[in-house]
């Protein structure tokens, strides 16, 4: 059962527009979530993090959005750039299980 | 700070050969974890460990060992490799399982 669900596998946007990334959750107990990026041959790394206290925060071009009635966050940024391209993936902590729980990941391709 | 260092970069088996897959931080933390990568399926959880003397099961563990004697390092053990153990794996630290990970660049393993 994914707990942590990102449905589309792949975006492609032009450079300067936004992007969005979608993620869905089935777990209540979910209170703090966290966006990855991760770049081919590259290990993931930490891009931004949102508390279920706010429904929004900020970095820069990054933002995401909480909607804990929806069971949804999202990332925008604005405005993309070709460096951007790589795999995003959310996370969510389980404290239950102590476990940090992980979307399948959105491949987005910035163009010029 | 090398961060979380994981060797070798890329290995080739042979169905039923055993290996170790070697992992090392130098922040202290004290959780660790392995996580393999397989298209579409996202980051999923093998083993991870709490504390020095500590490791539990993930989502995916069977098949593989893990010990931790120290905590700086964490060691993943494939006991006889199968096909189906063609991957990227991940090393990963972090002060706690909820909390930001820290991810090793990762090893990518081909069994033939």
């Known amino acids: 059962d994914q707990q942590v669900k990102q449905n589309s596998p792949s975006l492609s946007v032009q450079e300067g527009r936004i992007s969005i990334l979608n993620c869905d959750y089935t777990?209540?107990?979910?209170?703090?979530f966290l966006w990855y990026k991760k770049y081919p041959a590259e290990g993931p790394t930490f891009l931004i993090s949102?508390?279920?206290?706010?429904d929004k925060n900020e970095d820069g071009r990054f933002t995401v959005f909480l909607n804990k009635s929806a069971k949804h966050l999202s990332l925008h940024i604005v405005p993309s750039q070709p460096g951007d391209s790589a795999v995003y993936f959310c996370?969510?902590?389980?404290?239950?299980?102590?476990?940090?729980?992980f979307g399948t990941g959105t491949r987005l391709q910035v163009f010029p | 700070n090398a961060g979380v260092t994981q060797t070798p970069k890329f290995q080739v088996l042979k169905t039923g050969q055993s290996m170790t897959l070697q992992c090392a931080q130098d922040?202290?933390?004290?959780?660790m974890s392995w996580y393999r990568q397989d298209p579409g399926m996202g980051l999923r959880l093998i083993h991870y460990?709490?504390?020095?003397?500590?490791?539990d099961q993930g989502e995916v563990p069977n098949g593989y060992n893990v010990s931790r004697s120290t905590t700086e390092d964490f060691p993943l053990r494939l006991l006889s490799a199968a096909p189906s153990q063609t991957s990227v794996y991940f090393c990963?630290?972090?002060?706690?399982?909820?909390?930001?990970?820290?991810f090793g660049p990762g090893t990518r393993l081909t069994v033939l």
């Open positions: 990963a630290s972090g002060v706690g399982g909820g909390k930001k990970q820290f």
């Open positions: 777990n209540s107990m979910f209170d703090y």
């Open positions: 949102i508390s279920s206290i706010k």
């Open positions: 996370a969510a902590p389980d404290y239950n299980t102590d476990k940090l729980i």
């Open positions: 922040m202290n933390h004290e959780y």
């Open positions: 460990s709490v504390g020095a003397g500590i490791t």
